[in-house]
């Protein structure tokens, strides 16, 4: 195993900004290449960047399906080793490789704004919080290569929707945000209850909606609502203040900018 320590990712130490800065650059770049060409071409970039991520994942499971030594820290974590029906892009990591083409091609707004505002922060929080399989190795690693590939091309695609004009934040969009989330969310719930059902997973948990695993904000919320999924309620609130606050900054980049104009 490659342990060369220029190379060693951690969270937030030099090689973990280094990439950082590479995928946003990319953003940029591809954003400035963009600007000019048809809304239609603009589409389908984004579209075939979630298709190729979406291929590179689960080429990034098989070389985790065959990693002795995460399926060795899976196992001390009680996680049961490597499970195919556990390593679903299902969590809110990695969910828009699939909402986002679906979100265009069906031109839905509320998804759109689910995968520009939800996405994207719940890669960050992936990428800021891995787990112990996934930090302290050389980024060459594969498992360090699919693990940080994949949730920093879910983050700037996500990022892209509003990048690329596909979507523009309004507050009256917080309403069919909202319930675009709870179905979402609600759906996954009844999979992991599925998948527990049929014991093909046991320790299903997509976007947590049945366990907290720790997670200091859900146990506070557990607290005082004990019950699966329904203690993920009280995060929408949170979800609301923060788009809200997103919103605003769009807003007042528009009355500069119409300022600006007059």
């Not at 190379?7 to 800065?21: E, G, M, S």
């Amino acid at each position: 195993m490659e342990r060369n320590g220029i190379l060693i990712l951690d969270p937030l130490n030099a090689v973990w900004f280094a990439v950082f800065a590479i995928f946003i650059a990319v953003l940029v770049l591809v954003s400035i290449l963009l600007r000019k060409k048809p809304i239609e071409f603009r589409e389908k970039v984004l579209v075939i960047a979630c298709l190729i991520t979406f291929v590179g994942f689960f080429v990034y499971k098989y070389f985790l399906s065959i990693d002795p030594e995460f399926d060795e820290i899976s196992k001390g974590m009680g996680m049961g080793g490597f499970n195919w029906w556990g390593e679903l892009p299902l969590q809110l990591c990695n969910i828009n490789m699939i909402l986002i083409p679906i979100a265009i091609l069906m031109d839905k707004r509320e998804l759109k704004a689910f995968c520009f505002f939800v996405g994207p922060l719940g890669a960050l929080m992936a990428l800021m919080m891995p787990g112990p399989e996934f930090s302290g190795v050389s980024i060459l690693v594969p498992r360090m290569l699919g693990y940080y590939g994949t949730h920093f091309m879910v983050m700037i695609m996500g990022l892209a929707i509003a990048a690329f004009g596909l979507y523009k934040p309004r507050f009256r969009d917080l309403p069919r945000i909202v319930a675009a989330m709870l179905a979402i969310a609600f759906a996954v719930f009844m999979f992991d209850m599925i998948l527990r059902w049929t014991g093909l997973y046991p320790n299903a948990n997509y976007f947590f909606a049945v366990e907290t695993e720790g997670n200091p904000i859900l146990e506070l919320f557990h607290g005082f609502l004990p019950y699966p999924f329904l203690y993920l309620l009280p995060c929408t609130l949170i979800l609301v203040a923060y788009m809200a606050i997103v919103m605003l900054g769009f807003y007042a980049v528009d009355r500069i900018r119409g300022k600006k104009e007059q």
